[in-house]
């Protein structure tokens, strides 16, 4: 059971190029998130999507877009890469999207991206 | 905006002690969460806590939620040198639906041999 898969595991970029960065889950979970984790900081939720077929704006969607493909994937998209948007990115995913914060989410072992 | 804020930011002990982290919000919550992230790896949920509950165990592990002073804290007995982490409290905006968690800063705890 791997429970959530991001890929590449580490990444480096121009700025101003482009890249979608992949999330599969095979718990059949409804809910997807992506999160971004920079030095000294928590994480801050980009975007996340609380069943199949929706999609929302977390805390920083600013730079990125999503697509959740089906009910496991869900992917992140940088148009234009910029220096800011070094971090490390994680997936998550969850049962539901539960009610004030019922539900664990399980995460994926993250992407670490360094933009040039 | 952060809604947990941990304390304190770094903690280093022998192995044997007990670690103490507390976690403190701003707004009314239903939940509180606990989480713990291995250098280099995802995060690993601990521990759920409800707003109507005061204490609660799971193996060495010791949440306790006072909602008046919106505060939790997270203990570990009789630490081990695989307790070193960076560990994390996240909350939800009140009964929000959308599990849109918020995550504190962390605290990184190294527990050396």
């Known amino acids: 059971n791997a429970g959530v898969t991001q890929t590449p595991k580490f990444q480096v970029l121009k700025t101003g190029q482009s890249m979608t960065l992949q999330c599969a889950q095979d718990?059949?979970?409804?809910?997807m998130y992506w999160y971004r984790q920079d030095p000294g900081m928590g994480l801050r939720l980009i975007y996340y999507?609380?069943?199949?077929?929706?999609?929302d704006k977390g805390e920083v969607p600013n730079g990125y877009n999503v697509s959740r493909l089906n009910k496991r994937e869900f992917s992140l998209r940088l148009e234009s890469a910029a220096p800011s948007q070094t971090s490390v990115y994680f997936c998550?995913?969850?049962?539901?999207?539960?009610?004030?914060?019922?539900?664990?989410?399980?995460f994926g072992d993250g992407t670490r991206l360094s933009i040039l | 905006s952060q809604q947990g804020e941990e304390d304190p930011q770094a903690l280093s002990i022998q192995e044997g002690e007990n670690a103490t982290m507390n976690c403190s919000y701003k707004?009314?919550?239903?939940?509180l969460q606990w989480y713990r992230q291995n250098s280099g790896r995802g995060l690993v949920h601990l521990i759920l806590?409800?707003?109507?509950?005061r204490e609660k165990h799971s193996g060495r592990l010791r949440v306790t939620l006072d909602t008046s002073k919106k505060s939790s804290s997270l203990l570990i007995t009789a630490s081990r040198a695989a307790d070193t982490a960076s560990y994390f409290c996240?909350?939800?905006?009140?009964?929000?639906?959308?599990?849109?968690?918020?995550f504190g800063q962390g605290t990184t705890l190294q527990v050396k041999p």
């Open positions: 806590i409800r707003s109507n509950e």
């Open positions: 999507s609380a069943s199949e077929g929706t999609t």
């Open positions: 998550a995913s969850s049962v539901t999207a539960g009610t004030g914060g019922s539900q664990p989410q399980h």
């Open positions: 707004t009314s919550i239903n939940n």
């Open positions: 996240a909350t939800v905006h009140g009964s929000s639906n959308t599990g849109k968690l918020i």
């Open positions: 718990m059949n979970h409804n809910s």
